[in-house]
Nanobody
Framework: VQLVESGGGSVQAGGSPTLSCTSS????????KGWFRQAPGKERELVSF???????TYADSVKGRFTISQDNVKNTLYLQMNGLRPEDTAKYFC??????????????????WGQGTQVTVS
């Protein structure tokens, strides 16, 4: 499984960009699919994910502002970000976990990663 993110860039506070993550194809062993972010000097944190049954979950810091969705035909995961704040500045990564690690949400349990896309909010 290969993941490629796009849609990042420099955005003014309050902006609403959408990140996309295109996959070469999730196999049947894939469980959660989600977005992480990492700011300089900080640990990588989970922003949002979709579980195997399609249910979305959000970090408290983005709840109500970000929306995760997926298009299974296009094998693409999206992150619609609204009301961006300077503290949202980070490199955003899409990732997917394998069934053996379903429910384990630390980055170490996600087997597949994109290269990341930078989002800078000013």
């Amino acid at each position: 499984v290969q993941l490629v993110e796009s849609g990042g860039g420099s955005v003014q506070a309050g902006g609403s960009p959408t990140l996309s993550c295109t996959s070469s194809g999730y196999d049947i062993s894939t469980c959660e699919k989600g977005w992480f972010r990492q700011a300089p000097g900080k640990e990588r944190e989970l922003v949002s994910f979709i579980s195997s049954d399609g249910a979305p979950t959000y970090a408290d810091s983005v709840k109500g502002r970000f929306t995760i969705s997926q298009d299974n035909v296009k094998n693409t995961l999206y992150l619609q970000m609204n009301g961006l704040r300077p503290e949202d500045t980070a490199k955003y990564f899409c990732a997917a976990s394998q069934n053996v690690n379903c429910g384990r949400l630390r980055p170490i349990y996600f087997a597949y990663w994109g290269q990341g896309t930078q989002v800078t909010v000013s």
